[in-house]
């Protein structure tokens, strides 16, 4: 059974860095064909995709985040990480990790959500 879990700190200052983990268990993230994906939902808003890194280690990026976000993997630990530089109150949202087979929000019968974890931006 794939299990993703997002970890990391609730409450981040304006201006830092936001840094998430995503645990991935039952899957590799060496695995062929997967995009380890990140997204977020800001309160009453839609989901936003943010980027994605693939078991070779490349990544793409949304074009509105890219010149501040950066994907990586650690295949010992197998696990994905999301940093978000300069970050602004309104980037308060429930940030998700995701198992996708395509880029982008369109959902396919194996992609594997975790359960999201909540970041405020506040100082």
């Known amino acids: 059974q794939v299990q993703l879990q997002e970890s990391g700190p609730g409450l981040v200052k304006p201006s830092q860095t936001l840094s998430l983990t995503c645990s991935v268990s039952?899957?590799?993230?060496?695995?062929?064909?997967?995009?380890w994906t990140w997204i977020r939902q800001p309160p009453g808003k839609g989901l936003e995709w943010m980027g994605a890194?693939?078991?070779?280690?490349?990544?793409y990026y949304s074009p509105s985040l890219k010149s501040r976000t950066s994907i990586s993997r650690d295949t010992t630990k197998n696990h994905f990480t999301l940093q978000l530089s300069s970050v602004t109150p309104e980037e308060t949202a429930v940030y998700f990790c995701?198992?996708?087979?395509?880029?982008?929000?369109?959902?396919?019968?194996?992609?594997?959500w975790g359960q999201g974890t909540q970041v405020t931006v506040s100082s």
């Open positions: 995701k198992r996708a087979y395509n880029l982008g929000l369109t959902d396919t019968s194996g992609d594997r």
């Open positions: 890194i693939t078991s070779s280690g490349s990544t």
């Open positions: 039952g899957d590799s993230v060496t695995n062929l064909y997967v995009y």
